[in-house]
């Protein structure tokens, strides 16, 4: 072939390239542009951007701009969005076996809780919801929710009685509390720190950040790490989109959604050692649960697990198990 002809297929095919229109994915976030989710998200959008040299692309948009966490799921699953990234909590109501993954004391550490989502069990999870036209693609890490309260220093069950602990208008979060012993208080957030402050209840519970940010810490000075509940959070892409995919670029966004979720836990971590460092700053008393201590409390509550579980006693008894 003429050198010259060589040269102009060769010009022609990289204008091609590089002409060629990038898919664009949107993905939703309700969380504001600096949390840790959303640093996941972006990082998960600059590894496909980079993995495809440009031609696939996801646009983040965070703070709820596509709409309330529940409202950008369903847009996912009729396709109007092409991923969103979400707590489990408004999953189970499209399978109920996702309520397995948010029982109270399940995990015994994060790493324990990441061994299990990254595993087989974690994979099965993923695409639950195929079904209804998601798949999973990556784990995030939200941290754990904990016990604080204006009264005193909380180490065992027992200390919890008769407390009034506000919680999420949620039957599972209400018979954790009253397993506990405590009096469960309907609350909306916002109310929280008033309702502390005056006495109308004497704790709550949610993760460091949230402790911290909401500035909780001013009127509820003790904090325990008894990380009752842990609830992951998944990127979900609609699968018929995932499907139209070429194969090089379906592996690009497992890939880097795998990627992006080792990162995002980090971020989680350093957000949560931050929050840590203020409270205590602020005046809070951190109390950290031996393993005997936690033992305790996991005791309390297990019977809720047949309520909550009960098609699913095997996928419990795995997770327990898996080391």
Not at 61 to 83: K, M, N, P, R, W
Not at 290 to 298: G, I, P, R, V, Y
């Amino acid at each position: 072939m003429n050198k010259y002809l060589k040269l102009f297929i060769t010009m022609l095919f990289l204008s091609v390239v590089s002409f060629a229109k990038p898919i664009v994915l949107k993905l939703a976030d309700n969380h504001a542009e600096d949390y840790p989710t959303v640093m996941g998200d972006k990082e998960f959008a600059r590894l496909v951007d980079e993995k495809s040299n440009g031609q696939l692309k996801i646009e983040v948009y965070h703070g709820g701009q596509l709409g309330s966490e529940e409202t950008a799921i369903e847009q996912v699953q009729f396709g109007a969005i092409d991923l969103v990234r979400t707590s489990l909590t408004p999953l189970a109501k499209y399978n109920d076996k996702f309520n397995v993954l948010m029982l109270p004391y399940l995990y015994s550490s994060t790493d324990h809780m990441f061994k299990v989502l990254d595993g087989e069990i974690g994979d099965d999870f993923k695409s639950a919801l195929v079904k209804n036209n998601m798949l999973g693609i990556s784990w995030f890490d939200s941290g754990a929710r904990n016990f604080y309260n204006t009264k005193k220093e909380i180490k065992k069950v027992s200390d919890l009685k008769g407390m009034k602990i506000r919680v999420q208008d949620s039957e599972l979060m209400m018979d954790l509390i009253s397993a506990l012993g405590a009096s469960p208080t309907p609350m909306a957030f916002g109310e929280v720190y008033g309702a502390l402050q005056t006495g109308v209840i004497d704790g709550a519970e949610n993760n460091a950040p949230s402790y911290d940010s909401t500035s909780h810490f001013e009127v509820a000075k003790f904090y325990t790490e008894d990380a009752h509940i842990r609830i992951p959070e998944m990127i979900l892409i609609n699968n018929k989109k995932f499907n139209s995919l070429s194969e090089k670029n379906k592996k690009i966004i497992i890939e880097s959604g795998k990627e992006a979720a080792i990162k995002q836990r980090e971020f989680w971590a350093e957000r949560e050692q931050k929050s840590i460092e203020k409270v205590v700053n602020g005046g809070a008393k951190i109390t950290k649960l031996s393993d005997d201590e936690k033992k305790d409390f996991q005791n309390a509550v297990e019977k809720l697990y047949p309520k909550f579980a009960k098609n699913y006693l095997d996928i419990v008894k795995k997770i327990k198990e898996t080391k």
